[in-house]
């Protein structure tokens, strides 16, 4: 109950920053009002940023600039996904700073999507020129401040040293297979995009989409083989929390004889925590003395 109020939580914060950004960015024409009443060299004004932070490679293509990085939004957020159920501890600190650091780039990926590029308002002028921004890179400085300062301060906690096999393939048959079958899963998926969206280019857009059709190849290949690598080691890892607890519970079993005093304590992330009351009941039924 509590991990899906956890869940709930920070599904809201990351709409919250969505929509400041969004609500920020249409209302340029009533923050301006303030101008006069901001420092010198500090002014709202809308400015359309084709490129990054502080409009870096804003010279680069449409490809690299709108396609890539709306794409790679997808990305980093199965990373956030995954992320968020390998960590073992609350480490609310860091689960807030990536659930900012995802809500800020979203703000700024949405603008490039039905835009084209991210609208910038808040204008800082220095002796080199005009230097904008938008809250969202507010947003992503503060999350990226946050999740420096976490991992650094839970580090131990992050890692957790004390709690970690010595293999992820304590079943290897049965985790190969996981894998192997959730990754053909992932492959099948990419190919029925890449498929569809090629010949969506090539054919039913005009004839010399082609060419766009053929970097989109080139850059949805390196994505597939990023997908796969990561959907197989976390199939692994994920694995790991099922087939760990049964070979936990098996090696206890085998050493009830010779050493009947131990205790089955499985690790906070793996699953089949009732094994552990099981393994209790077990040395009672056993062992009825102790």
Known sequence: MRTNRDWILKFVLFLGCIAIDQISKHSVDSLSTWNGALPSGLFFETHQNPGFIFQTLSEVSVMARVVFTTSLFAL?????????????????????????????IAGN????????????????????GLIYFNLADVIMWFGTALTMLSLIRDRDLIWHPDSSRKT??????????IAIFTTSIVFFAFLVLTFFSFTFLTHVLHHEA???????????????????????????????????????FRKFVEGLSTSPEQRLVLRKSDEHKELEDLAEKLKKILQPDL
């Open 210 to 248: 082609r060419e766009a059709g053929l970097a989109y190849l080139i850059g949805i290949s390196p994505l597939l083989v990023l997908f796969l690598s990561v959907t197989f080691y976390l199939s692994i890892v994920f694995s790991h929390r099922i087939a760990g607890p049964i070979h936990a």
């Open 76 to 104: 980093l957020a199965f990373a956030y996904l995954i992320i968020q159920n390998l960590l073992t501890h609350p480490l609310r600190r860091l689960r807030i700073a990536l659930t900012l650091l995802l809500g800020s």
């Open 168 to 177: 992820f393939l304590i079943n290897r048959g049965l985790q190969l297979r």
């Open 109 to 128: 990926s949405l603008d490039r999507a039905l835009l084209g590029g991210a609208i910038d308002f808040i204008c800082i002028k220095t002796d080199t």
